[in-house]
């Protein structure tokens, strides 16, 4: 079955970077798209970036010119470059990727488990 793992969550100090990654297993083929996603807590979930199949991306207003968002499709992994963090992007990010799954190839979103990104001083 389809498995995604992430890693690169951690403390770091405002204006300083992190980079996640995610990692994509149990599929013959790779993702449609990918996606980031962050929940501070008592806040809705919400969209961070997201980079499709043909490498065209999109990004939270929020985080626009900080954070990059990218993939290898060789190794099916996804990567989240965040630069100029600030407290509010204080968070658990969660990786997406769209995946053609089963017999007839049917398209499911597929969830990572979140990494603790903690932006303090």
């Known amino acids: 079955q389809v498995q995604l793992v992430e890693s690169g969550g951690g403390l770091v100090q405002p204006g300083g970077s992190l980079r996640l990654s995610c990692a994509v297993s149990?599929?013959?083929?790779?993702?449609?798209?990918m996606g980031w996603y962050r929940q501070a807590p008592g806040k809705e979930r919400e969209l961070v970036a997201r980079?499709?199949?043909?490498?065209?991306?999109n990004y939270a207003d929020s985080v626009k010119g900080r954070f990059t968002i990218s993939r290898d499709n060789a190794k099916n992994t996804g990567y989240l470059q965040m630069n100029s963090l600030k407290p509010e992007d204080t968070a658990v990010y969660y990786c997406?990727?769209?995946?053609?799954?089963?017999?007839?190839?049917?398209?499911?979103?597929?969830w990572g488990q979140g990494t603790q990104v903690t932006v303090s001083s």
């Open positions: 980079i499709t199949s043909g490498g065209s991306t």
């Open positions: 997406k990727a769209e995946v053609r799954s089963g017999p007839l190839a049917v398209i499911y979103d597929y």
């Open positions: 149990g599929s013959i083929f790779s993702p449609n798209a």
